[in-house]
């Protein structure tokens, strides 16, 4: 914002060079400009350091969108309520957005099977063909490379040889459980270890029985403001999570080709 | 609506109705004639398996309310899982509408915003909010919501990054050059308390209602005065006035000690 004033001739003001450069039509600007070029780009050097204000004051004060979507189902109290009224009432963008949510979740509701009945009540007997829902919904489909695991418990022997296989004097000393997690031709094992400060760690392992290679974890706690946990798999599929909260949480394993899900993981002290 | 009579243990001739079971209301319509606690007993596989069966009364909304019950209520992470399985075309058709919405996303990965909608919807769906659910139509709608809060929350943080770095719009290689400068954001341009002390010293600058306007939309939501003029088309003669005003109040920022403190100590 620390601009220099320009030092501009009799009958030119510099918010005309502003107007000009947002693209309003002032054809005497557009020759002043011509014929002043140093002083254009002081100009814009000027419009660089005074954006500077704009930079730190973005949306500086909207709410969340999880409070915006907490304010569409009425769920914060008077005060809030209040508040997020009154910001919506000053702030463009939070508008645009509560409208977004206001108009979309007030459509009704299909489930994959009734659209695609409906689609196919729509589709046209002798129609050439031409993308239709049905065909948006297979096109999502294909392009669906999330797998959800389940779990399989108790652990049972047969599993039990493909559970964590990591170095022995990475153990986790303690108590601790292992629960292996079945998605698609994957298997996830997680070895699950109370630490004394009341976190928890894990020692993981993907064990794809197909060549399909993961390379990134990311562990999402599901009921609290936490942040999210990242960690890179080794060469040999496993991770190293630390100083994870108790609590559920949601594991996704990232590769080329495909993402693994656990939707929720129980870290509470069993 | 019609509220029938059930015996000890059964629920007699429901077509479209609210049931009681156990203390409990399974507020919508059914037409099944099975024993009161039936749901109880079945698998979550069994659950899922009846849930899928779509019938037009709807008598497969209580198998996939009870799967999202026991998710929820109980923390079955089967049924978590059998959820998903569930509904995740559904929460991918409901995530590339939001996408197609909005040109300004497009380069986000979809299979992160579907996970990050699920947890957002695992976050946010207590077990009090499931008791104050009446059909299963406003459990997919609370997690319709989560799906669009999700991508507006991935549109965020593109424009965020786009004023951070004067990114022109659409400009995606651009955008690309900057992503690794964007993992490491300026702190204090991020840093909310400076940011409202900022806002205070701008406020104190404004000496009319027209400044102010223009204040707020110009520096907090970054329109044009074009944009403010649309916004406010009886509080301005014309756009040359917008332009007009926000130079006094850019000269008067100027000058202000308050505002050479803070941009001495930003640096």
Known sequence: MMSEPLNLPNGIEEWELEAFADGEALPYIERFIVQNPAL??????????????????????????????????????????????????????????????????????AEPTSVAKQAAKRQPISAVPMPSLRGVLQEVTEQLQIVIAT????????????????????????????????????????????????????????????PISFNHIRMIALRSTEQGYESNLDETGQFHLTELAT???QLIISGTQQKIVIPSIDLNPR | MQVCKIGRNH??????????????????????????????????DDLQKRCQQVRPDNSHE????????????????????LIYQHYIKLVYRWTND??????????????????????????????EKLQQAHSVGYVLSYLHSCVITTV?????????????HHIPIDDPVMESASADRTEQPDDSTFDAMAADSIWK?????????????????????DLEPREILALHPTLFTDVMEIYRIRRNLKNRLRRDKEMQTHWEEAG
């Not at chain 1, 914060?76 to 508008?95: F, K, Q, R, S, V």
């Not at chain 2, 026991?70 to 978590?80: K, L, S, Y």
């Open chain 2, 98 to 127: 939001c996408l197609k919405e909005d040109s300004q996303i497009e380069y986000v990965n979809a299979d992160d915003l579907v996970l990050d909608a699920f947890a957002s919807f695992w976050k946010a769906f207590t077990a």
């Open chain 1, 40 to 109: 254009w780009e002081q100009f814009m050097r000027n419009q660089r350091s005074e954006r500077k204000l704009t930079q730190s004051l973005y949306r500086y004060d909207c709410p969340t969108l999880e409070t915006i979507q907490s304010y569409y189902w009425n769920e914060l109290d008077t005060g809030a309520t209040h508040t997020i009224a009154e910001h919506l009432a000053l702030c463009p963008h939070c508008a645009k957005e509560f409208q977004m949510v206001q108009r979309l979740v007030a459509l009704p509701v």
């Open chain 2, 152 to 164: 507006l929350m991935a549109r965020r943080k593109h424009e965020q990054k786009q004023i951070i």
């Open chain 1, 151 to 210: 779990l399989l418990t108790p652990l049972t022997p047969a599993y039990a040889t493909v559970t964590l296989r990591s170095d022995a004097t990475q153990q986790p000393q303690g108590q601790s459980y292992t629960v292996l997690y079945e998605a698609g031709t994957t298997d996830v094992s997680l070895q699950v270890q109370q630490t004394v400060d009341n976190t928890v760690q894990i020692f993981g392992q993907i064990l794809p029985t197909e």
């Open chain 2, 11 to 44: 629920v007699k001739f429901v077509t479209s109705s609210v049931i009681f079971s156990r203390n409990r209301l399974l507020p919508f319509a059914m037409s099944i004639q099975e024993p009161v606690g039936f749901l109880e007993t079945l698998t979550p």
């Open chain 2, 62 to 81: 209580p198998f996939c309310f009870e799967l999202f019950r026991r998710a929820i209520v109980q923390r079955d992470e089967h049924c978590w899982s």
């Open chain 1, 247 to 249: 609590g559920e949480h």
């Open chain 2, 201 to 221: 010293s701008v406020d104190q600058c404004c000496q009319e209602n027209q400044e102010r306007v223009i204040a707020r939309l110009s520096f907090v939501s």
